[in-house]
């Protein structure tokens, strides 16, 4: 099959993981015979520098002519002084935004090969962490009104949290309809008893499980969803949030499976269509020295593979390497212990790449 994809290497860390996603994709195309035709667009800081805005209209357009993006991180200490409106991450945001991409999947499993890589004590990691976050992500205090104002010498802040009945349905069905093809188990996470764009969400959730008797579901306030996840984070399938607490939430899983660098997110609508890319950011602190962890990116690819062309055994090839690669001992400098092989960005890539077989 022939497909066309968007890199967005973007910042830091972003070029050098893209690359190893791409090598990894080049790949697949190889050994199962499809064709990927890439194509490179800059957004972010890089964006900034290049042509003074960090979302070109040619970007946008070149994504929108493509079945996929694959994107690496933005943003970096370089552009941390700028405004809030010309900061790199509004490219993000606008991407998402633009591109319609409302629901944002974030999973989170503990490959039984890094175990030991977990911060949680054996006894929890022992029943698994087997879960999948479904983010709210054009909509919320990302997106509401937001500004300053002085008044009396007084300078007053403010965003606002906003949702809409019809956006928290699209998102909310997304869910479920997930949950229908896993286990089956939904947890909606809000703060009901103190914000009412969270009591609108709750009502509209309650209002679909109706149409989802199968689906086994429960309401969590956040700051209980946050200490859940960690006391017992076996008890989730799904968790479907709004896009703050879906933000936060999602770091703080990604952790107990071993580290941010692994975990590979979809952004996603009610079409093939999407973007892909690791949750973690764009770590200026180590960009350009070949230490980053690329799997979180090589992933993200495989995400693309199933979610956006239907390209299941493909993608399974991809996440057996990733898993050969880490019981191997191999580790980036993100999670190198003792008992482990310390190895650099490219090293990872190349064993990944050695293991990738058709089944
Ligand atoms: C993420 C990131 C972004 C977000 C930033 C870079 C705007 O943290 O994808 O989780 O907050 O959504
Ligand atoms: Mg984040």
């Keep these: 099959m022939n497909f066309k994809i968007t890199l967005i290497g973007g910042d830091g860390i972003g070029p050098e ?3 190893s996603a791409r090598v990894v994709l080049e790949k697949i195309a190889l050994v199962y015979n499809h064709s990927f035709k890439f194509n490179e667009a800059l957004a972010g800081g890089c964006a900034i520098d290049a042509c003074g805005k960090p979302l070109p209209e040619e970007t946008l357009t070149a994504c929108k002519e493509s079945d996929a993006v694959l994107l690496g991180a933005v943003g970096g200490t370089k552009w941390d002084t700028y405004p809030g409106d010309k900061r790199p991450e509004t490219a993000i945001l606008g991407l998402r935004k633009q591109l319609g991409l409302f629901a944002n999947l974030r999973p989170a499993k503990l490959f039984p090969t890094v ?3 977990s911060p949680l004590r054996g006894d929890i990691t022992e029943k698994g962490i087997d879960l999948i976050f479904v983010r709210e992500l054009t909509g919320g205090i990302y997106y509401g009104e937001r500004g300053r104002e002085n008044k009396n010498g007084t300078t007053r802040a403010f965003d606002t949290e906003t949702y809409t009945d019809s956006e928290i349905y699209r998102v909310g069905k997304y869910a479920f309809e997930l949950a229908m093809q896993r286990r089956k188990n939904l947890v909606s996470v809000d703060k009901a008893n103190v914000l009412e764009s969270s009591r609108l969400w709750r009502e ?10 199968q689906v086994s579901y429960l309401d969590m306030l956040v700051d209980n969803a946050a200490m859940q996840l960690v006391k017992a984070p076996s008890q989730f399938d799904v968790i479907v949030t709004s896009n703050m607490f879906g933000d936060i939430l999602s770091d703080e899983a990604s952790v107990l499976t071993g580290s941010i660098g692994l975990l590979p ?7 093939l269509f999407g973007l892909y890319e690791p949750i973690h950011g764009s770590a200026p602190d180590i960009a350009g020295q070949n230490k980053a962890n690329p799997i979180a990116a090589i992933l993200s690819a495989a995400m693309m593979l199933k979610y956006s062309f239907s390209l299941f055994d493909e ?10 690669a880490l019981s191997n001992g191999l580790r980036t400098a993100d999670m190198f212990s003792a008992s482990t092989k310390a190895v650099s960005t ?3 890539t190349q064993h990944i790449l050695e293991h990738i077989e058709k089944k």
């Design 115 to 117: 175990l030991g890589d």
């Design 265 to 271: 997110s979809a952004s996603v609508r009610n079409d």
């Design 315 to 324: 993608a399974l090839s991809i996440e057996n390497a990733v898993n050969t």
């Design 346 to 348: 490219a090293e990872m």
């Design 204 to 213: 509209t959730l309650h209002n679909l499980s109706r149409e989802y008797p």
């Design 17 to 19: 993981v893209t690359e």
